[in-house]
C-alpha cells in the first residue's frame, strides 16, 4: 500500500519529467494561458469605461468630449489610489514568501539529509547509479 506522501513524490517525480520533456508545449500553453487573462482583463477594461462613460454622460448631462475628458481623470484616479497601495503592500508579501520559500526549501534539503544519513552504503551506490542513469538516459533524449 502505498503511502500519501509516496504517491505525492510520485506525482511530483512525473511532473518535473512532463516539464523536463514536454518543455516547449508547456510553454505554448502558459503564453496562451497568458494571452487569454490579459484579453479578459482588456474586456473588462472596455466594460468598466463604457460603463464609467453611460453614467458620467446621463449623470451630469455633458458632451461626448467632456464625458471622455471626466472619465479619463477619474480613471486615471482610481489608477493612481490602486498603484499605490499595491506599492504599499508588496514589499510586506515579497518578505513573507521569502521567508516561507526559504522555510520550505531548508525543510526540504533537511529531509533529503536525513534520507540520505538513513540508507546504507549499498542503497546509497545503488540510488546515485539511478540517477545517472536517468539523467544519462534524459539527456541522451532530450539532445537527440
Same mark, same amino acid.
Given at each position: ?5 509516496? $504517491?505525492?513524490?510520485? =506525482? ?10 514536454? @518543455?516547449?508545449?508547456? %510553454? ?16 473588462? #477594461?472596455? %466594460?468598466? +469605461? ?6 458620467? +454622460? @446621463?449623470?451630469?448631462? *455633458?458632451?461626448?468630449?467632456? *464625458?471622455?475628458?471626466? =472619465? #479619463?481623470? &477619474?480613471? *486615471?484616479?482610481?489608477?493612481?489610489? &490602486? ?17 516561507? %520559500? =526559504?522555510?520550505?526549501? $531548508? @525543510?526540504?534539503?533537511?529531509? &533529503?539529509?536525513?534520507?540520505? @544519513? ?11 547509479? +539511478?540517477?545517472? *542513469? ?11
Amino acid at each position: 500500500m502505498l503511502s500519501i506522501k509516496k $504517491n505525492k513524490s510520485i =506525482v511530483i517525480w512525473v511532473l518535473a519529467l512532463i516539464i523536463f520533456m514536454g @518543455h516547449s508545449a508547456i %510553454f505554448d500553453m502558459i503564453l496562451s494561458l497568458f494571452h487569454g487573462l490579459i484579453v479578459i482583463a482588456h474586456y473588462l #477594461f472596455e %466594460f468598466f +469605461e463604457s460603463s464609467l462613460d453611460s453614467i458620467v +454622460e @446621463h449623470l451630469f448631462h *455633458t458632451s461626448r468630449r467632456a *464625458t471622455q475628458i471626466i =472619465v #479619463f481623470y &477619474v480613471m *486615471t484616479g482610481i489608477s493612481i489610489a &490602486v498603484i499605490f497601495l499595491l506599492l504599499r503592500a508588496v514589499p510586506g508579501w515579497y518578505r513573507r514568501i521569502c521567508k516561507r %520559500f =526559504v522555510d520550505y526549501f $531548508n @525543510h526540504k534539503i533537511m529531509e &533529503v539529509i536525513d534520507f540520505w @544519513h538513513e540508507q546504507t552504503l549499498l542503497l546509497k551506490i545503488k540510488l546515485c547509479s +539511478e540517477i545517472i *542513469t536517468g539523467i544519462s538516459a534524459a539527456l541522451f533524449f532530450g539532445l537527440s
